[in-house]
Structure formats: C-alpha cells, structure tokens
C-alpha cells in the first residue's frame, strides 16, 4: 500500500505541476476549463532508470525538442527517490519541463552528455520540487527542488537496438491525463556519473533518436 501511495504521489506531482505551467507553451484553456500542455520530441534524447543502493532509486529522460515559445528546447522528465533508514518516509524530487540547451550535449547518441545545475532552472518553464512523504501518515510535504548537480554521460554500447514505429499511452491519475506519442530509434547504452553526489553506473540506459513524438498533459 505504501508503494502503490509513493508511485502515485511521484506521477501525481509531476503531471499537476506541469499543468499548472506559468507561461503559455500550448498551455491553454478550453470551453470546459482544461488546461493543456504539449512538448514535441524531435531529435536525441537519453534515458536511464535505476537504484543507487538499497535506499535510493531515480529516473531520468531527457530530450530535444520544441515546444510553442521555444523552437529548440530540452525537456527533462526526473524524479529521485529515497527512503529513510527507518523506512517512515521518503524523500521525493521532481523535475518536469524544459532545462537549458546546453545542459544536453552531443551530436551523435554514441557520445551524450547530460549535466544539469538545478539552481539554473527556470520556474517559469520547468516544475521542480522536493516533497517529503510520511509513510505512516500518509502526508506530503514540498518544498522547492534540492540544490546540486546531476551529471550523466551516456556512450551506446551496441548490445541491442530497437526501432519503435508507431506507439501510444494514455494514462490518467485524477485529473491529469497524459497522451504520450511515440516513433524513435533506440540502442542500449552504458552510463556514469554522479547525481547529487550520489556516484551512478549502469549498463542498462537507453539512447536514441526521436521522430516527431509527443507527450500531451492536460488538467481536466
């Protein structure tokens, strides 16, 4: 029951936050009040899941793009978790929307580079927050997102690659639903580096190549 509540929680922040997005990059309002926001996929992207320790686990996808107002952006879909020793809470940070550009480097997907500085963040185009769970209470928590760097290089491996042609997700928590369209290129990759000092590697990340996917959230 915690975990299904923790899993929720995580999803539930990131989408509502993104809903309510301060500036307009396909943020608008129809008729009955839903608010929408959409992000285009177009170009190199990375992507790594995975636990540091007994304690700790963290996903991170990052892609170029574009959305309304910005032409050429990278959006950033992240969250970390911890969990304290005597396991009554967990410490989750979110961050969803655009970053810099230059916080994702690398023309080819054999040699990506993802190294971000949260305080660079801009709050107008990027939710971010640090929420802490009480496992016993059931309570939440946030503040604004933990300071420090995340750094990731990724270098494909050339164990598997995988072309997906067409594929579509719809997921709904509350009233946030998310449409996700997919079409990209992909190949297993090894990664290293360091998240929020944390040292991480693995040989299980994913890079690629997006064509023209999408991912659409709306707050109904």
């Not at 129809?30 to 304690?55: V, W, Y």
């Not at 950033?76 to 967990?90: C, K, M, Q, Y």
């Not at 480097?105 to 802490?132: I, M, N, R």
């Amino acid at each position: 029951m915690k975990r299904l509540f923790v899993s929720a929680v995580v999803l539930f922040f990131a989408l509502a936050a993104v809903a309510h997005d301060k500036r307009d990059h396909d943020n608008d309002q129809d008729e009955h009040g839903r608010k929408n926001m959409k992000f285009t996929q177009e170009g190199a992207f990375a992507s790594l899941s995975s636990s540091i320790g007994p304690q700790s686990s963290f996903n991170v996808n990052v892609s170029r793009g574009s959305s309304s107002t910005s032409p050429a952006s990278t959006f950033l879909n992240f969250d970390f978790i911890t969990l304290a020793d005597d396991n009554s809470t967990e410490t989750v940070t979110i961050i969803f929307g655009e970053i810099p550009n230059n916080a994702f480097t690398g023309d080819k997907t054999s040699d990506l580079v993802f190294d971000l500085d949260t305080s660079t963040l801009d709050p107008s185009v990027t939710s971010s927050e640090t929420c802490t769970i009480d496992l016993n209470q059931l309570s939440v928590v946030c503040n604004p997102v933990t300071l420090g760097v995340i750094h990731l290089e990724f270098h494909e491996n050339g164990v598997q690659a995988t072309k997906i042609l067409n594929h579509v997700e719809e997921d709904i928590l509350g009233p946030v639903t998310t449409l996700i369209h997919s079409s990209s290129d992909n190949g297993s990759a090894n990664a290293q580096g360091s998240i929020f000092g944390v040292p991480v590697s693995s040989s299980s990340a994913t890079v690629g190549v997006n064509h023209s996917s999408s991912i659409e959230i709306t707050r109904h």
